[in-house]
């Protein structure tokens, strides 16, 4: 069982910068894949970043590449997602997830854990 907490959203003007944070607990991180997906109102959860036990970066986007960097602490359990000059377009909810499995997948439904979400708002 994996519990997973994120936290770190908030408004911010266009261009700025948040960085994510996911506390994990109840199995230690270092063991499997985490992931960042986000969604906005009206649309799917989408992929947005993973990161494997040996900080493997997979993004969704170039774009995301070049303005998010995803990155882990496996001695505090936690994943992070450092997201730079950001836009409107980002504004969403962003999710932490776990994946146990050991074939990358970026589709939601194959995620094995969740948190709750942490609500990013990007102000024109």
């Known amino acids: 069982q994996v519990q997973l907490e994120e936290s770190g959203g908030g408004l911010v003007q266009a261009g700025g910068s948040l960085r994510l944070s996911c506390a994990a607990s109840g199995r230690a991180s270092r063991d499997y894949r985490m992931a960042w997906f986000r969604q906005s109102p009206g649309k799917e959860r989408e992929f947005v970043a993973a990161?494997?036990?040996?900080?493997?970066?997979?993004y969704d986007t170039d774009s995301m590449k070049g303005r998010f960097t995803i990155s882990r602490d496996n001695v505090k359990n936690t994943v992070y997602l450092q997201m730079n000059n950001l836009k409107p377009e980002d504004t969403a909810v962003y999710f932490c997830?776990?994946?146990?499995?050991?074939?990358?997948?970026?589709?939601?439904?194959?995620?094995?854990?969740w948190g709750k979400g942490t609500l990013v708002t990007v102000s024109s």
């Open positions: 990161i494997d036990p040996g900080s493997v970066r997979i």
């Open positions: 997830a776990a994946d146990l499995a050991v074939a990358l997948s970026t589709k939601p439904g194959d995620m094995d854990y």
